[in-house]
Nanobody, 113 residues
Framework: VQLQASGGGLVQAGGSLRLFCAAS???????MGWFRQAPGKEREFVTS????????HYADSVKGRFTISRNNAKNMVSLQMNSLKPEDTAVYYC????????WGQGTLVTVSS
């Protein structure tokens, strides 16, 4: 299974970006989500969404600004990020739970003040 993340880039504070992550190969994708890692910090949870109920879960820091969605037919997950802040600057990693956790290569999001 390979996860291909895309959509990162440079944006001004208050702007928006949409990230995408496509899974290739066989995975049940029980959970799909995003983590991020800012320079000098540990990787942290951002959001996830389960296949069973499609109820999203968010870190407090992104609630109300980020929206996760999934397309089961295409085995894809996306992350709409609005009202971006400089502290959202990080490498964003998508992950996918099938028989085990799979991770994408990361896509860089830079928010300028």
């Amino acid at each position: 299974v390979q996860l291909q993340a895309s959509g990162g880039g440079l944006v001004q504070a208050g702007g928006s970006l949409r990230l995408f992550c496509a899974a290739s190969g066989r995975t049940s994708s029980l959970f799909m989500g995003w983590f991020r890692q800012a320079p000098g910090k540990e990787r942290e949870f951002v959001t996830s969404i389960a296949r069973s109920d499609s109820i999203p879960h968010y870190a407090d820091s992104v609630k109300g600004r980020f929206t996760i969605s999934r397309n089961n037919a295409k085995n894809m997950v996306s992350l709409q990020m609005n009202s971006l802040k400089p502290e959202d600057t990080a490498v964003y990693y998508c992950n996918n739970l099938g028989g085990r956790w799979y991770w994408g290569q990361g896509t860089l999001v830079t928010v300028s003040s």
